[in-house]
């Protein structure tokens, strides 16, 4: 189905380090055209560096990278003619208005000005930003400037997309309507590459899905076969002393229990016939529980199921959730 | 299209842009223009009558006026600088330079396109300086062709003290520094004949003011304005002009390709 389409981004070895820090340890890609691809990973996994490197912002230490046959460190300016960027930074001019940013970009691809005016139209309406098209973007929301920022990266038509989270910090609503527009660019025969922290982000979007950590590939493969590799979610029951979290390991045989937090993990898809199920057999044991919580499988499970630890990202701004994580994290790997 | 074609074009572009950002951002410019202004006006109405009295037996105020406008004028291209310095280093802290980098573009464009807009905003600059000293008293003697080669000389020091300041702006790791970095260039005038003729000074200051690069600049600049003598100063003027914005433009360009991405 795909195998006759070409191959629009592959990386042979890619290799890079700062002084002793080896931030990417040879990656192997292999993207076809008109697809998206996620790249998966926590802070510091090389993901923005992956993407610099392709997008000839950042030169190798090893290896190759090729884009729609082109080398990037051979031929960075043929490259540079196929791609579009929209970075985590914001990349847009201040100073200027949506439509002068625009402008820049159409002057800057060498449209001619007919073509250019016609292109800057388009996107101001595709891109919801008639409004505030003559405002200076510093005047702009983190979401209208993000939709500037990809507006701009589209200017030139670019064959190959690079986006480099292009929804974190993005409220729930921007980002769905970020996701409207990566899939309507795909849809179009432009192949992406995004990276993102966030799981659900990768399962909506991507056709195929890779786990950097550590500057290496982990794994690979469908979000389809991808989930396979996590394990599934759980209830995680609490309870006031130690006589309820007892009778309820005897009620519940598959679950885990932690006796110094008085919580037990009983195994779960998180959907609620599973939920009333756990319930009812409480009901039916008259067993008394202090607190309930679903947990879900999030992107710490999948890096807990492919390397066996938590990945211990500093920055989550949700502690309880943080600590829920690490604690799972240790319960399971003392299962094995 | 030829590579010249597109070099061209991409520096007209980001000219533009630049030239923008002036018209959005007044007031950097009349800041600049604001210091030699001042300047002039403490020199001229505070200092002016003893310092005239110190260049000749008739020497007065009006005297003082003529002999300060030179070196006001420099403070004014090294007060630009300031400027300069401050808009590249802003510009690098933008995510949009790492936009510019990943596109097919004439690379040095973005800081062609800094170039000539700080030494058109300089040129206006010294237009609005030349004005306010010409209210004060300045009356040069020079004719048309002197008006013409005294612009030159100044479109020459300016051209070479903003290649210096994109360097020091592109050098910079903070827009802080960036502002911080050209000031000694506002001082350069002082330490040279802008304000004084230099053999009033002690000997170890006399040398250093005969010596830098100001100062040939200013000497010629009064030449051709009041027909005093230029000699070789107009050959080392040229001279120091050209080894400034070769050197600084090489710098300017080895910081530029050093590639800082964040």
């Known amino acids: 189905m795909t195998s006759s389409r070409k191959p629009a981004i592959v990386t042979t070895e890619l290799r890079k380090s700062y002084g002793a820090k080896v931030v990417l340890d040879g990656i192997d890609l292999m993207i076809t055209e008109g697809t998206i691809f996620a790249l998966l990973g926590p802070n510091g996994a090389g993901k923005t560096t992956t993407v610099q490197i392709l997008s000839t912002l950042l030169r190798a230490d090893g290896g190759h990278a090729r884009i729609l046959g082109h080398d990037v460190t051979r031929e960075p300016d043929a490259v540079r003619e196929l791609i579009g960027v929209t970075g985590q930074f914001s990349a847009v001019d201040n100073l200027l208005t949506g439509r002068e940013n625009l402008n820049l970009m159409a002057d800057l691809c060498h449209l001619d000005r007919a073509t250019g005016r016609r292109r800057i139209a388009e996107l101001i309406e595709q891109f919801d930003l008639a409004e505030a098209a003559d405002k200076p973007a510093a005047t702009y929301s983190g979401g209208m400037r993000r939709r500037l920022d990809l507006a701009m990266t589209l200017v030139g038509d670019p064959r190959v997309i690079f986006l480099d989270e292009p929804t974190t910090g993005l409220d729930p609503r921007s980002r769905r309507a970020m996701w409207h527009v990566i899939r309507a660019l795909a849809a179009e025969g432009v192949t992406i590459l995004l990276t993102t922290q966030y799981l659900e982000e990768a399962d909506q979007l991507a056709d195929r899905v890779a786990f950097l950590d550590h500057g290496r590939l982990i794994a690979e493969g469908t979000p389809h076969e991808l989930k396979r590799l996590i394990p599934g979610g759980h209830v995680v029951l609490r309870f006031d002393d130690q006589e309820g979290l007892d009778s309820a390991a005897r009620t519940f045989a598959a679950a885990t229990r932690d006796d110094a937090a008085l919580t037990l993990q009983v195994p779960s898809d998180g959907g609620v016939g599973s939920l009333r199920s756990v319930l009812d057999h409480l009901d039916r044991d008259a067993i008394t529980v202090a607190g309930l919580a679903v947990h879900t499988p999030d992107l710490d499970d999948v890096f807990l199921a492919l390397t066996g630890r938590p990945d211990g990202r500093a920055d989550q701004p949700d502690d309880r959730r943080d600590t829920r994580a690490g604690r799972s994290g240790q319960e399971r790997a003392s299962a094995r | ?262």
């Open chain 2, 1 to 262: 299209m030829s590579t010249l074609t597109f070099a061209l074009r991409d520096s007209t572009t980001m000219l533009r842009r630049n030239l923008l950002h002036m018209r959005r951002y007044p007031s950097l410019t009349l800041m600049l223009i604001g210091i030699p202004v001042i300047l002039l006006l403490l020199f001229v109405y505070v200092f002016g009558g003893t310092l005239g009295a110190g260049l000749g037996p008739s020497g007065d105020r009006t005297d003082y006026a003529n002999y300060v406008t030179p070196g006001i004028l420099l403070i004014t291209v090294a007060s630009a600088a300031q400027g300069t310095a401050i808009s590249v280093a802003m510009d690098m802290a933008e995510g949009i330079i790492a936009r510019f980098r990943t596109m097919a573009i004439f690379r040095p464009s973005v800081l062609t396109g800094h170039v000539v807009g700080s030494v058109f905003q300089s040129m206006l600059s010294l237009v609005a300086v030349t004005g306010v000293a010409l209210l004060v008293g300045f009356r040069p003697t020079a004719t048309a062709v002197e008006w013409l080669a005294a612009v030159g000389v100044l479109a020459m020091i300016t051209f070479a003290v903003t290649w210096l300041s994109v360097a020091l702006g592109l050098v910079s790791k903070s827009v802080e520094t960036a502002s911080n970095l050209p000031m000694p260039l506002v001082l350069l005038p002082f330490l040279g004949s802008g304000f004084v003729p230099t053999d009033s000074m002690p000997t170890p200051v006399r040398l250093f003011a005969d010596y830098q690069p100001f100062t040939p600049v200013m000497e010629t600049l009064r030449g051709l304005l009041f027909g005093t003598g230029i000699g070789v100063n107009g050959l080392l003027a040229v001279g120091w002009c050209a080894v400034i914005t070769v050197t600084c433009f090489l710098w300017a360009k080895a910081l530029y390709n050093r590639g800082r991405t964040a």
